[in-house]
């Protein structure tokens, strides 16, 4: 293995792993100097149901955007039938421009992604519901989007690696955009923490460093645990790794970094709505998309 793989692997790890293993300490040991913290209520359980169905929404419709977009250049590119799938898509024939178009998916889900981020900062009267949806369409599109450059760095094979082969990326460049990828992932996840924590609904849930991570962990950061295990069904069948590998990514390189980091926003204003969002809504929302996904996605699509 040369140094730039080694050097991305090293930066991986210290972003993915320590380095919000350390701020998340650094909260505990300032969450228990903090006197009168302790009994904090930390939010609803309703809100962390409806927080899980809106995240299993968000990552899947994400995901078909970018497959969507991995399609639609090549239906449009002479010598290329494209096929859409559920988990995936396929084509036949040959052209040059095949490879750049691997990059298209990347481009849709980010744009996706930063676009909502930029809705949720407006200051405008939305129900939590709504509130949600967007927070997790704008987390799914960053951190569905930022991990695949990292791997494109590292692998000419995957999606984002043949968009840089097409591009004449030299080693040294592959190694810059996943450096930049792997910066960009604390920085945009920070982001996230005022958002979830002005969804509570009373000062008093985000008081104190200690209610702070309590209420982004059970809006947050358990139904995106709950959420990845959700999205499983609408994956299969395919081979185990690539069912868990991106919901995987998607998980583990923003939400340790909103939970380790939510104790540090100490002037977050409490905003959440008495709208809560209709659970039998929400579950019959991701059931229907369940079955398009296994019933209409899955046999295939042809853009042909």
């Given amino acids: 293995m040369t140094a730039g793989p080694v050097l991305i692997l090293a930066a991986s790890a210290l972003t993915i792993v320590a380095a919000p293993l350390a701020l998340g300490v650094a909260g505990v040991v300032s969450a228990r100097r903090t006197h009168g913290d302790h009994a904090a209520i930390a939010g609803s359980w309703r809100l962390t149901a409806a927080s899980t169905l809106l995240y299993v929404l968000a990552f899947n419709l994400t995901f078909f955007i970018q497959e969507l977009f991995l399609v639609l250049p090549k239906a449009l590119t002479p010598g290329l039938r494209p096929t859409l799938y559920h988990n995936n898509h396929s084509w036949e024939g040959t052209n040059p421009l095949a490879g750049l178009f691997q990059g298209t998916g990347v481009l849709?889900?980010?744009?996706?992604?930063?676009?909502?981020?930029?809705?949720?900062?407006?200051?405008?009267?939305?129900?939590?519901?709504?509130?949600?949806?967007?927070?997790?369409?704008?987390?799914?599109?960053?951190?569905?989007?930022?991990?695949?450059?990292?791997?494109?760095?590292?692998?000419?094979?995957?999606?984002?690696?043949?968009?840089?082969?097409?591009?004449?990326?030299?080693e040294t460049a592959r190694i810059g955009a996943g450096l930049l990828a792997l910066g960009l992932m604390p920085a945009v996840a920070l982001q996230f923490r005022r958002p979830a924590l002005e969804l509570a609904r009373v000062r008093e849930h985000i008081e104190g460093p200690g209610s702070r991570a309590r209420f982004v962990f059970r809006t947050i950061t358990l139904p995106a645990l709950l959420a990845t295990a959700l999205v499983v069904p609408f994956r299969v069948p395919r081979e185990l790794l690539e069912v868990l590998i991106v919901p995987l990514l998607v998980l583990l390189c923003g939400i340790p970094w909103i939970q380790a980091g939510a104790w540090r926003v100490r002037d977050a204003r409490a905003n959440g709505t008495s709208t809560a969002p209709s659970l039998a809504y929400l579950f019959a929302a991701a059931l229907g998309l369940l079955l398009l996904f296994q019933c209409v996605l899955r046999p295939g699509i042809r853009f042909y």
């Fill in 108 to 170: 849709a889900t980010l744009s996706v992604g930063l676009f909502c981020l930029w809705l949720l900062g407006r200051p405008r009267e939305r129900s939590d519901g709504a509130r949600l949806f967007l927070y997790w369409m704008a987390y799914c599109g960053c951190f569905m989007a930022l991990p695949q450059v990292v791997i494109g760095a590292l692998s000419q094979g995957s999606d984002v690696g043949m968009a840089m082969s097409y591009l004449h990326f030299g």
